[in-house]
């Protein structure tokens, strides 16, 4: 027995919600590709029983479509002024970083403001000269020929964003046109104008890529309605057209929140979409419909739910997407993030294009060297350093402190933290280069006020918080000076690395013992590590004479080179100029000074290479107490361009090779005493 009602007639009656469906799709203002698609699944429903699961499948497939903003957009805010406000109210420091956001909203105001480029092409002259006079007063720059050919050989030798052709021409007619325009420049839009219209020729039109279709006899203001309406879309696309600018750098040091602050300068909707552990490619694109289940991908579900098509996306920690079996989810951003490609997305639900350029991609990465090359080509890295003291104590003044005592139910009061219990803080419980554990703990102090108060009856709590009491509620020092309040030991240098926590202080260690000429490499050291220690060795083998060590040291000898933490896992050449020094440190029987700390990858020559993350290391220096930094001379560059606030304290030494900085990072030998 069939699902369908019968009237008097014996003919089948369609379900309501079917037809009200098709009501709301004759009425939407929908792209043809789509509604062709929504038309296509709503005739194939007519024909089904509505008790089957496909039946269900289908319905909520158009409905989805129906839902989705095709064409509903946000207006921009494009006040520059007011944008550097915004960044400077919500973040202290990051001066490049808000100096490259502010360019980029630069370039997006100025795009905006620019007119566009419109071509008028009409064999009657005074056809030509209504339009081009009309669309003039809009502000548009108007070229005006007679013809297809003088048309094409305009357009091959600059843009148009706008082209509008006649539709009946002599020596070449305006389909013929539409078609060869699409090969120079597919990127311009095309409407045609004519006063044969028929149903077959606006389908041949918009067959070859016309974006509108206008009759004539039309009135001068349907003309330039439908010329605003075109142009204005490409605005869109115009504004949001270029770098995908990628944000890397340590946690907690505002990748996430100046993203943020740049939606929130051009009022756009924002959307936070995490990448970390994502694995399956259809997260990203969706799932076809033949799956039970099936739903679209992560970007078009957020598309739906923001209910506009011009929305900010922020894509969180783009560096720890994974692959298996299930696809490859950083192939997919390939297409979603390229601006060549993204116009025509296609989600496996969806099943038709959608328009994604409209749409405002901003990347955060930790590090970068984890994203595959052809992703990583197209993206602008912005790069992120850890804060300094003096800054961290900037911020938590003005921003943690505030925030954190309002949380806690303290903000009518008038607690103060003073400068030393926001420097012990930061020295004493805090090793990071952003600022999440520096405001954890700030949040454990502004408790503890709360549970003392409360616990003591008191009407008041304490109006300053010293140094005294932050020991008391936080307890002993988590963290020390380590090159600062350590002894130097000989075979033990101080070397500085960059992590994706920011930079880090190591210790290289290394021991002789009596063996067979083995080298020993523990501490979850990776290959590069590993090559680093091989290449350093080799190095003090071929010039022991240059050290005063005796040439047939490793003959009867093994070597065991450590670099303590073995439970973390460690890689990268800049470690190599510090695993040196321990080995000569060790085989001159000199102690390697701790405040020194070096980086640099070693050649087999003993030439000193340059490395990354300077800024990082230099404040990796700073909170390990070190007093002299050696880096490599080719870096010298990065060193001098470094702010002053990150040069206290310091003193930075450039080398080009392991002999001229002997002296400065050994001491003198110790005498070996017999009894």
């Not at 989805?64 to 202290?92: G, V």
């Not at 420049?185 to 039109?205: C, F, K, N, Q, W």
């Not at 309605?225 to 750098?249: H, W, Y």
Request: with cysteine; aromatic share 6%.
């Amino acid at each position: 027995m069939g699902f369908f009602r019968k009237n008097q007639d014996d003919r089948p009656t369609t379900p309501s919600e079917l037809v009200e469906i098709r009501t709301k799709l004759d009425g939407s203002n929908f792209p043809e590709h789509a509604r062709a698609a929504a038309i296509k699944e709503l005739e194939r429903l007519e024909k089904t029983d509505p008790s089957v699961a496909e039946y269900a499948i289908g319905l909520n497939y158009i409905e989805y479509l129906l839902a989705l903003p095709w064409n509903i957009y946000t207006d921009d805010n494009l006040d520059l002024k007011r944008a550097q406000a915004i960044l400077e109210r919500e973040h202290y420091g990051l001066g490049h970083a808000k100096q490259r956001a502010l360019e980029f909203l630069g370039v997006r105001i100025l795009r905006s403001k620019q007119g566009f480029r419109v071509l008028v092409v009409d064999d009657e002259e005074i056809a030509r000269a209504n339009m081009e006079r009309v669309i003039g007063k809009e502000g548009h720059i108007v070229h005006a020929v007679s013809n297809g050919v003088e048309a094409l050989d305009m357009i091959k030798r600059q843009e148009f964003d706008l082209i509008i052709t006649d539709l009946k021409m002599d020596r070449m007619d305006g389909i013929q046109l539409t078609e060869n325009i699409k090969q120079v420049a597919p990127r311009t839009e095309i409407m045609l104008v004519t006063g044969y219209a028929s149903v077959d020729s606006a389908v041949d039109a918009f067959t070859k890529g016309a974006s509108y279709y206008l009759s004539k006899p039309y009135k001068l203001e349907e003309l330039r309605e439908a010329v605003k309406r075109i142009l204005d879309k490409k605005r869109r696309t115009r504004i949001t057209r270029g770098p995908i600018l990628c944000f890397s750098g340590p946690p907690g040091t505002g990748k996430t929140s100046i993203g943020k602050a740049i939606a929130e300068a051009m009022e756009r909707k924002f959307v936070r979409i995490s990448m970390a552990g994502l694995r399956d490619e259809a997260e990203l694109r969706g799932h076809r419909r033949t799956y039970v289940g099936a739903m679209p991908g992560r970007i078009i579900s957020e598309i739906g739910n923001l209910g506009v098509k011009n929305q900010f996306s922020l894509l969180d920690e783009i560096d720890k997407i994974g692959q298996d079996f299930r696809g490859d989810p950083a192939s997919v951003l390939l297409e979603i993030l390229d601006p060549e490609q993204n116009r025509n997305f296609r989600d496996h639900y969806l099943d038709v294009t959608f328009d994604l350029s409209s749409v405002m991609f901003i990347a955060t990465a930790n590090v970068i060297e984890n994203l595959p090359g052809a992703l990583l080509d197209r993206l602008e890295v912005i790069p992120f350093s850890g804060y300094t003291e003096h800054e961290k104590t900037r911020i938590a003044h003005d921003y943690l402190i505030p925030r954190q005592l309002y949380d806690c139910g303290l903000g009518g009061l008038d607690v103060k933290f003073t400068d030393e219990a926001v420097s012990s803080i930061i020295r004493d419980y805090t090793r990071e280069a952003g600022l999440r554990n520096l405001e954890r703990e700030i949040a454990n102090v502004c408790r503890k006020l709360t549970f003392v108060h409360l616990q003591d009856g008191q009407e008041e709590v304490p109006e300053v918080v010293d140094a005294q009491m932050v020991a008391r509620f936080l307890g002993p020092k988590r963290y020390r000076h380590e090159a600062a309040e350590s002894t130097d030991q000989v075979g033990v240098t101080t070397g500085l690395v960059w992590t994706e926590f920011g930079g880090e202080i190591i210790f290289v260690e290394a021991a002789r013992m009596k063996g067979a000429q083995q080298l020993i490499l523990t501490g979850s050291l990776g290959d590069i590590l590993r090559e680093s220690a091989q290449t350093a060795l080799s190095y003090i083998r071929s010039n022991a004479g240059k050290f005063g060590i005796d040439e047939d040291f490793f003959s009867e000898t093994d070597i065991h080179i450590h670099i303590p933490a073995g439970s973390i896992p460690k890689d990268g050449p800049s470690a190599g100029v510090t695993i040196a020094f321990a080995l000569i440190s060790l085989l001159t029987n000199r102690p390697a000074r701790r405040i020194v700390a070096l980086s640099g990858e070693i050649t087999l020559s003993g030439r000193i290479l340059p490395v990354s993350g300077i800024k990082e290391k230099s404040l990796a220096a700073q909170r390990a107490g070190v007093k002299t930094v050696v880096f490599p001379y080719a870096n010298s560059t990065d060193v001098n361009g470094l702010p002053e606030q990150v040069k206290t304290g310091l003193e930075f030494v450039l080398a080009d090779d392991i002999v001229s900085i002997v002296d400065l990072v050994l001491g003198p030998a110790k005498i070996i005493t017999t009894s």
